[in-house]
């Protein structure tokens, strides 16, 4: 069942504001990329990038923008 807020917003014109996550930065995927290679740029793992983005798989498409976090942790398990 839709959620009554996100019905008025839409019939009324607005736009629900996405509030970016504290410490991620906003990331377009290249065609080139996956959740894998974005993972291994930021230091990170595929589940975590998923879960962080709400994702339902593992998948992504080019220019579909991501947040992935922005730390300097070296250790990356990308399975």
Do not use: W
């Not at 504290?22 to 290679?37: F, P, Q, R, W």
């Not at 998923?50 to 220019?63: M, R």
């Amino acid at each position: 069942m839709d959620s009554l807020p996100d019905k008025k917003a839409e019939k009324s014109g607005r736009r629900l504001i996405h509030k970016k996550p504290e410490g991620t930065i906003e990331y377009t995927a290249a065609v080139d990329d996956s959740l894998c290679s974005i993972a291994l740029k930021f230091n990170t793992t595929p589940n975590q990038l998923a879960q962080l983005n709400k994702l339902y798989s593992h998948s992504i498409v080019p220019g579909q923008v991501c947040e992935p976090l922005h730390h300097n942790n070296h250790s990356n398990p990308c399975i």
